[in-house]
């Protein structure tokens, strides 16, 4: 069975200051990777994807993920973060066996302050 | 207009009560999923549908059931509402083209209260 940890449930950091937000997986098989991002009041979007390929993923806004096949993660980081990048990040897994299914972590909450 | 929508937004109901929630999409997606949001807790999966004649269970479909009345509606129903499915519940699509690894879209949410 697959897991997903999101290690920070919630990360306080200022403006224009780097982040980084933790995810690891769980799997015995091959997994494609996701990052959604969740804005107040509103439903989730893609934030970025890993598939294969390279390991490190950029997203149009700046963030950044790397996939660590040894380490099992696939952290989210942003050099410099906004205001406006106040949300839930949400980490997911889906395996390769056909399921289609996503395993969700438990979020972690960015919230930057000025 | 958003390409999955959910009716209603917010809904309070009581104990015992029978609801559904509605799910429609113009993406013309075949997958459709549901889930629910609790703080601290992520999205779990309630169900999950391939086509109009194919819906599995998901991880936590205990007190739910779920129609699939067209390609583009998905409705989920609470036969006998309890206070802890008080949630925040998530439709979302995707599509077939690129195999397992197509993005979810998801709804804007509805939020449940059970008294």
């Known amino acids: 069975a697959q897991s997903v940890t999101q290690l920070d449930s919630q990360v306080p950091v200022f403006e224009e200051a780097p982040v980084e937000l933790r995810c690891n997986y769980s799997?015995?098989?091959?997994?494609?990777l996701f990052w959604y991002v969740q804005y107040p009041n509103q439903g989730l979007q893609l934030l970025l994807k890993?598939?294969?390929?390279?390991?490190l993923v950029e997203s149009i806004n700046g963030f950044e993920a790397e996939f660590n096949k040894s380490q099992t993660s696939f952290h989210l980081r942003k050099p410099s973060v906004h205001i406006s990048d106040t949300a839930e990040y949400f980490c997911a897994v889906s395996d390769h066996s056909g399921t289609y299914k996503y395993i969700f972590g438990t979020g972690t909450r960015l919230k930057v302050l000025a | 207009d958003a390409d999955v929508t959910q009716t209603p937004r917010n809904r309070i109901t009581k104990t015992g009560k029978r609801i559904m929630l509605e799910c429609s999409q113009t993406k013309g997606h075949d997958r459709m999923y549901w889930y629910r949001q609790d703080p601290g807790l992520g999205l779990r999966l309630i169900y999950y549908?391939?086509?109009?004649?194919?819906?599995n269970k998901g991880e936590i479909s205990d007190g739910y059931s779920v129609s699939r009345q067209a390609q583009a509606k998905f409705s989920l129903s609470l036969e006998s509402a309890i206070p802890n499915q008080t949630a925040l519940y998530f439709c979302?699509?995707?599509?077939?083209?690129?195999?397992?690894?197509?993005?979810?879209?998801f709804g804007p949410g509805t939020r449940l209260t059970v008294l």
């Open positions: 979302a699509t995707s599509g077939t083209d690129r195999g397992p690894y197509n993005e979810q879209f």
């Open positions: 549908s391939f086509d109009v004649k194919d819906i």
């Open positions: 799997s015995s098989v091959s997994v494609y």
């Open positions: 890993y598939l294969s390929g390279s390991t």
